[in-house]
Nanobody
């Protein structure tokens, strides 16, 4: 059994940093062959993959966000963190954490957390 729980501020001001945390629990969740992705869905749009990381440190980022996004992992806390700088209203979306293997075929999803970027 594995559980993924996203958390973070529901409202972010434009130009500020959007920071979200995915807490994972269950058996072998920190095994290095698991990769944890951040995925978002803006209103009226499809799913957008933001990047992935393992607790072993291997990471892959989507080129769509470039240097604005940073994904990190903390083995002791069993947490995956997403930081998105210079937030704009177009970053308003529901953000999901999902687990997969190296092929990024997801076997578990969090319920998602809604983030609104607005002044």
């Amino acid at each position: 059994q594995v559980q993924l729980q996203e958390s973070g501020p529901g409202l972010v001001k434009p130009s500020q940093t959007l920071s979200l945390t995915c807490a994972v629990s269950g058996d072998s969740v920190t095994a290095t062959y698991y990769y944890y992705s951040w995925i978002r869905q803006a209103p009226g749009r499809g799913l957008e993959w933001l990047g992935a990381i393992s607790f072993g440190g291997s990471a892959s980022d989507s080129p769509s966000l470039g240097s604005r996004s940073t994904i990190s992992s903390d083995t002791s806390k069993k947490q995956i963190t997403l930081q998105l700088t210079s937030a704009t209203p177009e970053d308003t979306a529901t953000y999901y954490c999902a687990r997969g293997r190296a092929n990024l075929l997801f076997d578990s999803w969090g319920k998602g957390t809604r983030v609104t970027v607005s002044s």
